[in-house]
């Protein structure tokens, strides 16, 4: 029995598991002496219910507090079964639809019985990982007292944070979801990626006869690697070239959404509702640590899968270069060329080379180009505000962050002169800018004693300690002196009246000439002037 059972999974796993992309490196005797020669590489396949972390929802969907009967669907009017939370032998908590059921019993997660009907009987299955995987064979639920009639599988890749439709089950797939009833067969290689509602898994057979509802990875497979997974090739190829298939099967949490339980093949019985229910006994997820092509084993660490990084990478999904080997831009592994792959390693950021062949350029670009009459290859398109021949300086405008390494993204560091009041946009080593006269401070925006600010620094007309306003006038924001009508001057020092009789009738014609606008305030005033004389 127990043989029967690992031959099965040996079946199960054996087109992804053995062969091809194993190995990262192996060691390669040459003329030169032995030398590491690097592959595109892949965990295996593993059960992956051994690592999930199971959620239930709503909470007090588990049955058994208080405890309860239930009937089942083939012998309604039987129901003297139990389900009690506090009796480990009547409880029926969410690991037992993950746990390793060594002694040949059935153990299964049970919820509440229908009694709430006509309100709908709803739950929530979520499974996370918190590590990228890649199914590499069919997700299995398996249902004990019959199948759910409606239901969906959705998935997250991002941890949770957002969720998308994978396959919607459902007995009548039009009136439920208003979508044509469809099965992996129908589709061709060119839609193979389409999101489908299927009632393969959803009508009833009897609870004995068909306990799983699948979602079809294998079948998936076999569009492109033949119906016995032969041309693997076939397979991997079309990983690379064709937009969305990897990612298709990547995932990082899994969501049952549960919306309507098994009504064995007849319409609902309000009169026995103790025979409606979910009861999920195992959830087999067969997948393998998405590593990018850059690890053979993926272990649990601190309670999480991670990746053990090859090819100079690092990250939980090898989805980084490790310091200090940025020379080039970070790219996964390739399945091609078949059979072994490209690993495409990260490489040491060695010192440039200044003439040389070699495309250095700390990770900012990944191109290079040949300069015929210098003779020298450059970089080309320095990213991260660097230029120079390995990108190995700042552009103009940005200055060197000295607490970053050559290869950070960060090295460089926006110089953010002022613009009113800096020469040009560009700083010296430390970030200061080049300020123009009466300006100060690193970026420039600041004004010397003496100064004020209006778009840049001019010197100070008036101020309240050498240059007064005489006669009365107030000091505007030491830009200018507002004088008293019989003053002008720019520090109010000249009377309009010197010179007599000529300054009376010019002023006269001075203010009569601003009348209009004036008239109101400066009348009193202008007659009080008038009679005086
Ligand atoms: C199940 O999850 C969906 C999506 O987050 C949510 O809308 C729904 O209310 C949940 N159902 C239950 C029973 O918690
Ligand atoms: C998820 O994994 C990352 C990386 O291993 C770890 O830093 C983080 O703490 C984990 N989160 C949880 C909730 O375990
Ligand atoms: C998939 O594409 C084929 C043709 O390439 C088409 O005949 C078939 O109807 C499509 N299937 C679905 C489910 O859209
Ligand atoms: C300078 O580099 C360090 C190290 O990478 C980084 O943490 C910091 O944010 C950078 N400073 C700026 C202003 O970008
Ligand atoms: C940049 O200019 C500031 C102010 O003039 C000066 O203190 C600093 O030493 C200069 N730094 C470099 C690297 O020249
Ligand atoms: C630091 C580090 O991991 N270096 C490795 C980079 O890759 C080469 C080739 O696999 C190894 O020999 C180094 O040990
Ligand atoms: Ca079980």
Known sequence: MLRQAVLLLLHCFSPLALGQYDLCKSLVSTDDGAVWEQYACQPKAQSMKDYMRVKVDPPGITCGNPPERFCTLENPYLCSDECDASNPDLAHPPQLMQDREHTGRITYWQTVTWAR??????????????????????IAITFEYGRPTLMVLDKSMDH???????????????????MA????????????????????????????????????????????????????????????SMKGLREFFTFTNLRLRLLRPALGGTYMQRDNLLKYFYAISNIEVPARCKCNLHSSLCLLQEGNLQCQCEHNTTGQDCQRCKKGFKAKSWKAGSYLPTPNGSPNTCAIAGAPTGGGSNCECYGHSNRCSYIDYLNIVTCVSCKHNTRGQNCQHCRLGYFRNNSAELDDEG???????????????RCNGTGFCQCKDGTTGPKCDDCFPGYYWKQGCYSNVCDEELLLCQNGGTCSQNQKCICPPEFKGVLCQQSRCEGGKACNT????????????????LLPHLLATLTAH
């Not at 949770?160 to 208003?178: H, I, K, M, V």
């Not at 009508?203 to 032969?230: H, I, M, T």
């Not at 090295?411 to 946009?425: A, F, K, L, Y």
Request: glycine share 4%; proline share 6%; net charge negative.
């Open 181 to 240: 009833p469809k099965r992996v067969p129908d589709l061709s290689p060119a839609n193979i990626t389409l999101v489908i509602c299927t009632e393969q898994f959803s009508r009833w057979v009897g609870s004995k006869n068909d306990k799983n509802v699948k979602f079809e990875v294998r079948e998936r497979f076999a569009v492109f690697a033949g119906p016995r997974l032969l041309n693997m090739d076939s397979l991997y190829t079309r990983m690379e």
């Open 411 to 425: 090295v460089c560091i926006e110089c953010n002169c002022n613009q009113m009041g800096s020469v040009h946009d």
């Open 117 to 138: 009907y006509p309100e709908p009987l709803l739950a929530n299955i979520s499974l996370a990982w918190n590590k990228s995987l890649e199914l590499t064979d069919d």
């Open 160 to 178: 949770g944070r957002t969720w998308q439709p994978f396959q919607f089950y459902a007995d009548d797939c039009l009136e439920s979801f208003n």
């Open 506 to 521: 010019a002023s006269t014609l001075h203010l009569l000439a601003l009348v209009p606008l004036l008239l109101c305030v």
